[in-house]
Nanobody
Framework: QAQLAESGGGLVQSGGSLRLSCRGS????????IGWFRQTPGKEREVVAC????????YYADSVKGRFTISRDNAKNTVYLQMTSLKPAAPAVYYCGADIEAMGISKVSSEYNYWGQGTQVTVSS
């Protein structure tokens, strides 16, 4: 059974850093497009970053470009989201997802097949 599990969220001050982890079980993340999304209450889940299955090319939302980095550790079957220079914002839940049919970058949450339970990130001012 394919499963994803996020960890690493928490409370951090403005300007700080966090590293989120997305560990897969039951399938190999290396062979799938993996995306990180975030969601705040009352809003749609939006893509933050994505790493493709085909060539590990990456995509970042404009709001995080230059501050966030998505990467894989294939030996640990884990995808990371390194977040730096965090800005004050409403608490958000970060989710990782797997789009098992995509070969390239996938930005639409409805196309993802598997999701983790989410991890909350709060950035205080």
């Amino acid at each position: 059974q394919a499963q994803l599990a996020e960890s690493g969220g928490g409370l951090v001050q403005s300007g700080g850093s966090l590293r989120l982890s997305c560990r897969g079980s039951g399938f190999t993340l290396e062979y799938n497009t993996i995306g990180w999304f975030r969601q705040t209450p009352g809003k749609e889940r939006e893509v933050v970053a994505c790493i493709s299955s085909s060539d590990s090319s990456t995509y970042y939302a404009d709001s995080v470009k230059g501050r966030f980095t998505i990467s894989r550790d294939n030996a640990k079957n884990t995808v990371y989201l390194q977040m730096t220079s965090l800005k004050p914002a409403a608490p958000a839940v970060y989710y990782c997802g797997a789009d098992i049919e995509a070969m390239g970058i996938s930005k639409v949450s409805s196309e993802y097949n598997y999701w983790g339970q989410g991890t909350q990130v709060t950035v205080s001012s």
